[in-house]
């Protein structure tokens, strides 16, 4: 079994690291894919006008920006690195959203809200980031509203057995490379495929957003499998 370092410090630090590039790498490495994948969440979120959103490990705010092109919300980004939040601030100001859009540096497991504060939350490639999955859950039932929504966006493994051997020398070896070689850092696209490896499969995230008091409103794989989406809703206790 892998084991990686995914403490608070430890993942801020490597995508800091990689911040000034990671928009372009992510456009190369999905083939420009990645849009049209952040975009099927946000459709399948539903988000309404005025309603406040949290976007988890907002990164460069690619998601949020994307929300606030199609709705008038209010989005929170909450973000571990400093650098990804400092490019998120850039693109937010340069798109006209600063009024709407606001950035918070902080954890995903130590969220600075109180009780019932959002509407939806939502969370594209983050959650395999997080040391204790559970927890977070967890954080996100404790600050929404009653039958609020969430969508998780994450990377998984195909489970077709070619696809899944294709995709994954793709994730060993290419990937790594390219990462590498655009951005200078081999080491943050080795984690990827690691994180990515030994991240829980679809139905184990399942079993465990019921324990943590969600019902699961569409699951849907993306991209043959190499993703999958989570449509979640918080059940009243
Ligand atoms: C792969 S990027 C995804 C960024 C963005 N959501 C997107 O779709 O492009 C993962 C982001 O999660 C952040 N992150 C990882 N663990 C976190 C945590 N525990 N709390 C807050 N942010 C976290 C990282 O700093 C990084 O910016």
Redesign the pocket.
């Known amino acids: 079994m892998i084991m990686i370092d995914?403490k608070?410090k430890t993942?801020?630090v490597m995508?800091d690291r990689i911040a000034p590039t990671?928009?372009k790498v992510?456009t190369i490495l999905s083939f420009g894919t990645?849009r049209l994948w952040?975009k099927t969440a946000i459709r399948h979120l539903g988000i309404k006008k005025d309603q406040k959103v949290l976007?988890?490990?907002?990164?460069?705010?690619?998601?949020a920006s994307l929300v606030l092109s199609k709705v008038q919300c209010t989005i929170t980004g909450?973000?571990?690195?400093r650098e990804?939040l400092a490019i998120a601030e850039v693109k937010a100001k340069n798109r006209g959203f600063s009024d709407r859009l606001f950035f918070i540096n902080?954890?995903?497991?130590k969220l600075p809200f109180t009780e019932h504060t959002f509407d939806n939350a939502m969370?594209?490639?983050?959650l395999r980031?997080?040391?204790h999955i559970g927890d977070?859950l967890d954080e996100i039932y404790r600050v929404l509203i009653e039958n609020g929504k969430m969508a998780i966006?994450e990377f998984s493994l195909p489970a077709n057995p070619l696809m899944r051997r294709i995709y994954l020398f793709y994730l060993k070896t290419l990937l790594p490379y390219i990462g590498g070689r655009v951005s200078g850092n081999s080491g943050a696209y080795r984690y990827l495929y690691e994180s990515v490896f030994s991240f829980p499969p679809p139905g184990k995230l399942l079993a465990l957003m019921h324990t943590h008091g969600f019902e699961i409103t569409a699951m849907k794989p993306i991209f043959l499998g190499i993703a999958h989406l989570f449509i979640l809703r918080k059940k009243a206790l």
């Open positions: 995914k608070p993942i801020g995508f990671y928009d992510n990645d952040r976007d988890v490990a907002t990164g460069t705010g690619e998601l909450v973000d571990l690195s990804m902080g954890d995903a497991l969370v594209a490639f983050g980031n997080m040391m977070f966006l």
